[in-house]
C-alpha cells in the first residue's frame, strides 16, 4: 500500500495522486515523503514526461498536515542529539520540495525545467499548502467547503517545511502575518484574492494539465530564483521593510505579550531569512523550527490541542460496547442566552429542536436569537437565506410540553434554583419517552442532588456548556453517581454531532472547570484586598498567556455572580467554607451596585457606550494600595498555582478520570495558559519536583490553600512525570 501513486497519460503529463490508505484525509508520513521523492525524479529524468499535477486521491480535501508522529519519529531516530536529528529531517523536507521547485532547470539559465502544478479538490492545511506552494502553479476546486492555510502556529508550532519562508517572499511580510501568526483558513475565493493560490476552477485537474502543456520556461520560475528579485513590502534593510518589521513585532508581543515561543521564533524566521538568498533562508527555517520542536511548549501545545482533542472528539472516553446514541430530536427547557444558544449549535448540526418557555413571548425570542445569528451571517456573506430558513424550520417554540414526546434527548436551562429544576425535572419526565436521557445545563448545582428529583436517575446527567455558547468550543459532560453508560454515551454522541470537544467528570461540587476558575477570580480579589495594583494581577495573569486577567474575568462574568456563588458555597459548607478576604471585597462590591460590566460599573469603569475606561480607583479607599508592590513572579506563581492544585485534587479525588480531559478542558473552558498544555503538562514541564517544593515556600508565605496534595508530593518523591504515570500510553501498558 502507498500513499503516492503516478500515472502518464498520453500527451506525456504524469498525474501524482496522494491518497493515503486508510485515512479520510492525507497527511504527510516519512513513507509518504519518501515515495513522493522517488516520484519526482521519475518525473525530472524521464523525457517522454512533459510535466506532473499532483492532486489527492480523496473526495473534497487535498492534505490535512504533517502526521505529528513523525516529528516524534525524527526525534528519536536521532538519539543522543535530536536537534540534529530533526533539522537533518527538516532539510531532507526542504530538498525534496526545493527539487520540486526547481524541477531540473539549468541553475545558470534558469531554463529546461518541467512544470509541476498542484490541483486541490478542496481542503489543504500545513504541509497541505506547502507542498503546493513548492509547485509552479495552484488550481483549487470551487468547493465552498474548503479551506486553505497554515494553521500550525494555533497548536505551538510553525510552518517548518517551506511555508514560512515561501508565503513570505510571495506575499510580503505583512500581507502574510495573518496566515502565518494567526494561522487563518478561507475559502477558495479569499485564498485567490490574498495570493495564497492561482486559480479557482471546476476542474482542477483538467486546468492543471492544460496549463502544464502550455507553460514555458518563465512560467515556472519563482520570483525569488528570478535576478532582481525583491520581496513585496521591503526587506529589512529596506525603509518601508523596516517600518513592517517594527510593526510585526510590536503586533506579535501585543497579541501573545512574549508567552508563546512559536510566534517569535516563526518572526525571527521571517526576519533573518529575508535577509539572505532563498536556499540559507531555508536552513534558518529549518533551524528555528528545531528550536521549538525542542520547546517543552511546543509539544505540550501538540499533545493537548491536536493529539488530545482530536482523540477526546473521536470518542476515546466513550463507555464501549453502546450502540450509536446521535440525537434525533432535543428538547430545550428554557429560552434565555444558554437555552437560545444550545438551540442554535444543534440547529446548525441539522438537529430538530423543541425550545420551551414559560410565555409565548419567551419562547420566540429564543428562536428569533439563531435568526439574528443567521442575519449577520448573511450580511458577511458567510451563511444564505436558505441555510437561515432550514434552520428556523428546524426550531418549534412552544409552551406546550407534549411537545417534547418526541425527544430522545432533554436539556435543561431553566433558572439556577434546585427546586425550579426538580419541579420542571417531574414535569418534563410525565410527558416524554421512557428512554429519553435528561440533561441539566447547570454550572455549579451537583448533579447527583438535581437526579433525585428523576424516576430515571441512570438516564439524568449533566451537559454544561460554556458561554456564549455558539463561539465556546468546550462542553462538559457531569456524570452523577448512578448515571449510566448510554447517558454518558448519548452526551459524547450529541456533543460530537454538534462538533464540539467534550470532556467527562464525575459529580462534585463545580465540577471541573468551574472548580479551578473560581480559585482564578478569588485570587486576584484576594490580592486586591493586600494592596496589589489590580493592573498589576491582570497584566501578570496576560503575560502568562491568559486571554484576561482574574480583575478583568470578574468584572466581564459579574459581580453579583461571584456573590451569589460565594453565599450558595457557604450554605452547603458550612463550617468547612474557607472564608477569605476576597469575599469581603465582592460583597462590598455588590452592596455598591458595582456588579461589573453589566451594570458599566465594576472593577473598572466604564462609558456609556460600555467601553472600559481603566480601573475605578474607589476600591483604594477601602483596600489601599501597598507601597511596596508584590513580586511580579509570585503573583503569577500564585495565579498559576492556585489553578493547578484544584486539577490535581480533581485528579486525585476521580473527579477527573483522564488527565487528557484535565488538559484539553482548561485550555478550551477557560483559556488556560495555552503555551504550557495545560496544568498537568505545566506541570510536566516545570518537573514534579520543583512544584512540591515551590507549594511549600507558597503555603508558607500565602496560606493553607497552596499546600501540596498528596499525590504531588508523592509523585515529586518518586520524580514521576502527569504524563508518564496517568497518559495513554502509560494506561496501556
Known amino acids: 500500500m502507498t500513499d503516492f501513486t503516478m500515472k502518464t497519460d498520453a500527451d506525456g503529463v504524469a498525474i501524482i495522486t496522494w491518497d493515503v490508505p486508510g485515512k479520510s484525509m492525507n497527511v504527510m508520513s516519512i513513507e509518504g515523503l519518501s515515495e513522493l521523492d522517488s516520484i519526482i525524479d521519475t518525473v525530472l529524468s524521464d523525457d517522454a514526461i512533459k510535466g506532473a499535477v499532483i492532486t489527492s486521491g480523496k473526495d473534497g480535501s487535498f492534505a490535512g498536515g504533517m502526521d505529528l508522529n513523525l516529528l516524534a519519529k525524527m526525534r528519536e531516530d536521532a538519539g543522543d542529539d535530536p536537534a540534529q536529528g530533526l533539522f537533518d529531517g527538516t532539510m531532507k523536507m526542504h530538498a525534496l520540495l526545493r527539487k520540486i521547485e526547481r524541477a531540473g532547470m539549468d541553475a545558470k539559465t534558469n531554463k529546461g525545467g518541467k512544470p509541476i502544478a498542484s490541483a486541490l479538490p478542496g481542503t489543504a492545511a500545513g504541509i497541505g499548502l506547502e507542498l503546493p506552494l513548492a509547485t509552479h502553479r495552484i488550481f483549487v476546486a470551487d468547493n465552498p467547503k474548503a479551506r486553505i492555510g497554515l494553521p500550525e502556529i494555533m497548536v505551538g508550532i510553525f510552518p517548518g517545511a517551506g511555508g514560512t519562508t515561501r508565503l513570505a517572499r510571495k506575499l ?3 500581507a502574510a502575518s495573518p496566515f502565518l501568526l494567526e494561522g487563518k483558513m478561507v475559502a477558495p475565493a479569499a485564498a485567490k484574492s490574498a495570493g495564497l493560490i492561482d486559480e479557482v476552477v471546476a476542474d482542477p485537474v483538467a486546468a492543471a494539465k492544460e496549463w502544464v502543456l502550455t507553460a514555458k520556461d518563465a512560467d515556472i520560475l519563482k520570483p525569488w530564483d528570478a535576478k532582481g528579485y525583491k520581496m513585496p513590502g521591503g526587506a529589512p534593510y529596506h525603509p518601508a521593510g523596516f517600518m513592517t518589521f517594527v510593526g510585526a513585532n510590536a503586533m506579535v508581543n501585543g497579541k501573545t505579550q512574549g508567552a508563546f515561543p512559536a510566534a517569535k521564533a516563526l518572526l525571527s524566521a521571517v526576519y533573518e531569512g529575508s535577509l539572505v538568498p532563498f536556499d540559507t533562508a531555508l536552513k534558518i527555517e529549518a533551524r528555528w523550527f528545531t528550536n521549538i520542536l525542542l520547546n517543552p511548549s511546543s509539544s505540550a501545545m501538540i499533545r493537548s490541542l491536536f493529539l488530545n482533542k482530536e482523540a477526546l472528539e473521536k470518542g476515546a472516553v466513550r463507555p464501549e460496547g453502546v450502540a450509536d446514541q446521535r440525537v434525533k430530536k432535543l428538547g430545550v427547557l428554557g429560552a434565555g442566552m444558554m437555552g437560545a444558544g444550545i438551540t442554535l449549535v444543534s440547529v446548525q448540526a441539522g438537529i430538530e429542536v423543541v425550545l420551551i418557555d414559560q410565555t409565548q413571548e419567551a419562547a420566540d425570542k429564543g428562536k428569533a436569537y439563531s435568526a439574528s445569528f443567521f442575519d449577520k451571517g448573511i450580511a458577511r456573506k458567510k451563511s444564505t437565506e436558505e441555510k437561515k430558513a432550514a434552520a428556523l424550520d428546524l426550531i418549534t417554540a412552544t409552551t406546550d410540553l407534549d411537545a417534547l414526546k ?67 468550543a468546550l462542553v462538559e459532560i457531569i456524570k452523577g453517581a448512578e448515571t449510566g453508560d448510554r447517558a454518558v454515551a448519548k452526551s459524547l454522541d450529541y456533543v460530537r454531532q454538534i462538533r464540539k470537544t467534550p470532556i467527562v467528570v464525575n459529580d462534585a461540587r463545580f465540577f471541573y472547570a468551574n472548580r479551578c476558575i473560581i480559585p482564578y477570580a478569588n485570587e486576584g480579589a484576594r490580592m486586591i484586598t493586600e494592596g496589589a495594583a489590580p493592573q498589576l494581577v491582570d497584566h501578570a495573569a496576560q503575560l502568562l498567556g491568559f486571554p484576561v486577567g482574574p480583575v478583568q474575568l470578574t468584572d466581564e462574568t459579574s459581580i453579583d455572580l461571584g456573590a451569589k456563588i460565594a453565599r450558595a458555597t457557604k450554605a452547603a459548607m458550612g463550617n468547612a467554607y474557607p472564608a477569605s478576604q476576597a469575599d469581603d471585597l465582592i460583597f462590598w462590591m455588590e452592596d455598591l451596585g458595582r456588579l461589573g460590566r453589566k451594570a458599566n460599573a465594576g472593577f473598572f469603569d466604564y462609558d456609556e457606550k460600555g467601553k472600559r475606561q481603566g480601573y475605578w480607583k474607589g476600591m483604594h479607599d477601602k483596600f489601599p494600595l501597598a507601597e511596596e508592590q508584590p513580586d511580579l513572579r509570585d503573583v503569577q506563581d500564585r495565579l498559576m498555582f492556585v489553578q493547578v492544585l484544584e486539577a490535581v485534587r480533581a485528579l486525585e479525588e476521580g ?12 485550555i478550551l473552558g477557560w483559556g488556560f495558559a495555552p503555551w504550557s498544555g495545560g496544568p498537568f503538562s505545566w506541570l510536566d514541564i516545570i518537573g514534579t519536583p520543583y512544584a512540591a517544593e515551590r507549594c511549600d515556600q507558597l503555603e508558607a508565605q500565602f496560606g493553607e490553600r497552596f499546600k501540596c496534595p498528596d499525590l504531588l508530593r508523592e509523585m515529586a518523591e518518586k520524580n514521576q512525570t502527569f504524563y508518564g504515570r496517568f497518559g495513554p500510553d502509560a494506561k496501556a501498558a
Open 172 to 174: 510580503g511580510a505583512m
Open 406 to 472: 418526541g425527544c430522545d434527548l432533554i436539556i435543561e436551562a431553566v433558572f439556577e434554583d434546585p427546586a425550579v429544576k426538580a419541579e420542571m425535572t417531574k414535569k418534563v419526565e410525565a410527558v416524554i419517552p421512557e428512554d429519553c436521557i435528561f440533561a441539566s445545563n447547570t454550572s455549579t448545582l451537583p448533579i447527583t442532588e438535581l437526579a433525585k428529583a428523576s424516576s430515571r436517575a441512570d438516564q439524568f446527567i449533566g451537559i454544561h456548556f460554556f458561554s456564549p455558547v455558539e463561539k465556546m
Open 655 to 666: 473527579v477527573l478520570e483522564d488527565i487528557r480531559e484535565g488538559d484539553v478542558g482548561a
